[in-house]
């Protein structure tokens, strides 16, 4: 699984899509619009959000490109390449990095001077990816509950217009009568806390700032600890909320809850939030 052993970089200076080489040679060049990504029945949506490729070229880095790119590359005839999907580290646009739970594309490909190759790479998660937990709120008995410090419920919606796929999507609702929710997990999870990365992902629209997190539990305490606020959304977003810096730095914890809550910003009488297709996962 090479991917677990690269550097995870928090940040990375994206190679721009359309660059020129300033070499007088004649590139060929390869362009890539997406990624595509397969899931198998167990583990969940298909729904993604890669927005780099990482290129290696017979083994050598080329760099990491924003999605769609056209690449040059100082070369011809049959090489191999490899593209390893990358994302946004928690929704941030200036955070890339590789996902680590998802295998490369690799191929061998024809290169010819001053001509465009076109690939379309595709991925998949890694055979040895532990999903904690799948929650599509397709059944009633959901996953995730309100809790004492919430003054409302956590629901299922079935309404067409809002629901991202299949038959319904979690509701988090409030308004001038109960201002807060907070919900988590009902079951606790123990996770990784050293070596390996545990990340959750969701699909999320929300009307109102959504703060997501981990509760670890150390003997008789537990502790929120808040990761990421998603913004505001009139659409559908995949966003990959990285829980490796508090699990790793949580070494003594016993087991963690993951958590979402919002609270009813001034100047609105409600608020909605939606998410959908929430995955524990990480490695074995």
Not at 129 to 151: C, H, L, Q
């Amino acid at each position: 699984m090479r991917s677990f052993v690269l550097i995870f970089a928090a940040a990375v200076a994206l190679t721009s899509c359309n660059w020129i080489n300033p070499s007088e040679e004649t590139p060929s060049f390869i362009r890539v619009e997406s990624i595509g990504f397969n899931a198998s029945s167990t583990q969940g949506t298909e729904s993604q959000n890669f927005v780099d490729a990482w290129i290696y070229i017979d083994g050598k880095s080329v760099g990491a490109y924003e999605l769609p790119c056209t690449l040059p590359v100082l070369a011809e005839g049959e090489h191999t390449i490899e593209i390893i999907p990358g994302i946004m580290l928690n929704g941030i646009s200036n955070t890339r990095a590789i996902y680590p739970f998802v295998k490369p594309w690799t191929s061998t490909i024809n290169l010819v001077k001053d001509s465009v190759v076109e690939i379309h790479p595709f991925s998949s998660y890694y055979d040895e990816i532990v999903f904690e937990t799948i929650e599509d709120f397709e059944s009633g008995g959901i996953t995730i509950g309100e809790t004492t410090f919430s003054d409302t419920i956590m629901q299922r919606t079935d309404d067409p217009s809002i629901v991202f796929e299949g038959g319904y999507s979690g509701m988090l609702a409030v308004d001038t009568q109960h201002d807060t929710i907070v919900v988590k997990s009902n079951s606790a999870y123990v996770l990784p806390t050293a070596g390996e990365y545990n990340f959750l992902e969701l699909n999320f629209r929300t009307e109102a700032p959504l703060v997501v997190g981990v509760i670890s539990n150390t003997g008789t305490q537990s502790v929120f600890h808040e990761i990421v606020v998603l913004n505001e959304t009139d659409i559908w977003k995949k966003v990959y909320v990285n829980l490796t810096t508090v699990t790793a730095r949580e070494y003594d914890a016993s087991s963690f809850y993951y958590f979402m809550w919002m609270r009813l910003p001034e100047g609105k009488t409600e608020a909605r939030a939606y998410i959908d297709n929430v995955k524990l996962i990480h490695a074995e």
